[in-house]
């Protein structure tokens, strides 16, 4: 048979066989996710009222806190606002908030992004030596990564601690104690970060920052955990319409308990799922790496023909599809 003819054939085959996969995730996720009643889109649209109300306030606080500590923003003020005109700088300096690191916007980016990147391209093009220009970027992309990382592991934290933070100031409120005083309590008995976000609370509402505001900047601050975001609405709707707050708190962290402890379950029942994934897609590169080394003929055509590296790359493609797929099966929504 054709050379060409078989690579258009593999191809096709190639093409159906994600087009397979691609429908049974769909057909997974529409299965898993039906499409909500009447009253639930209802509840969505109220939901999403509330959370456009919540964003125009954050930005509006964001603007007047931003004019408050103009001077302790940047390490240099003059270079930290010609870098506000790059919208990535902007998301930079939001993520280095979000991830508690006291470096300045300013000095992150230039001298732990830009600069190290731009040598390590200009050597590499200089020497002709293009995987070290090619290190540039990778730097580059390396450094935001590791302020993602950082963020999501101060996340995990603040998640963790939040139900027992909401138990104490449950236990303030019972006790006799006002709002402003439980968070206090909390600024000063609970470890980071939670005791710096709540003690970042009681430093606005002290500048005369009204509660709503100040929760609205924390929502601001923490934008991807739902719990801060249910916990600041019932906060400003009992300070607008009454109500029992302990109780409302109190309910809030038995909820967040209860999901942890869901989760967990969830956990150990897929952990079996989870690490047949993990078998499955490392043994084909474990056993190509092992053929290389050892049996070396045996996987030559795969490197040295041209057919070799087209199944390469359409394996590698095959097994990314197939890795993400079995990821999205054993990863449930609580």
Do not use: C
């Amino acid at each position: 048979m054709d050379t060409t003819l078989l690579l258009l054939l593999i191809l096709l085959g190639l093409l159906l066989m994600a087009a397979g996969f691609g429908a049974a995730v769909f057909l997974f996720q529409r299965y898993n996710n039906p499409e909500p009643t009447l009253i639930q889109k209802r509840l969505m649209s109220i939901k999403d009222r509330s959370h456009d109300e919540l964003s125009e306030a954050a930005t509006e606080t964001s603007r007047k806190f931003a004019l408050l500590f103009k001077d302790a923003e940047y390490q240099n003020d003059r270079l930290g606002q010609k870098l506000e005109r790059i919208e990535f700088f902007l998301k930079l300096k939001i993520r280095l908030q979000q991830a508690g690191m006291a470096t300045p916007a300013d000095q992150y980016f230039v001298g732990n992004m830009l600069l190290p990147a731009t040598v390590l391209i200009i050597l590499g093009l200089a020497s002709g030596f293009f995987a070290l220009a090619l290190a540039g970027p990778v730097w580059f992309a390396g450094a935001y990564l590791q302020v993602l990382f950082k963020r999501g592991q101060r996340y995990k934290k603040f998640i963790t601690q939040f139900p027992d933070a909401l138990g104490m100031i449950t236990s303030a409120l019972r006790a006799g104690h006002s709002f402003q005083s439980a968070l206090t309590v909390v600024s000063t008995e609970m470890p980071a970060p939670i005791a710096t976000e709540f003690a970042s609370m009681v430093k606005d509402i002290n500048l005369g920052i009204p509660v709503r505001e100040s929760l609205v900047r924390l929502v601001a601050k923490l934008d991807t955990l739902p719990d801060v975001r249910m916990f600041a609405t019932a906060v400003s709707i009992q300070r607008e319409a009454g109500g029992n707050l302990a109780e409302v708190l109190e309910n809030l962290g038995y909820t967040i308990r209860e999901r942890f402890k869901l989760k967990g379950q969830i956990a150990a029942l897929t952990g079996q799922s989870r690490l047949t994934g993990y078998v499955l897609g490392g043994a084909p590169a474990f056993l190509l790496v092992v053929l290389s080394l050892f049996f070396y003929g045996y996987v030559a055509p795969l490197y040295e023909t041209d057919l070799g590296h087209f199944a390469l790359i359409a394996a590698f493609i095959l097994q990314v599809i197939g890795f993400f797929i079995m990821k999205k099966i054993v990863d449930i929504r609580v």
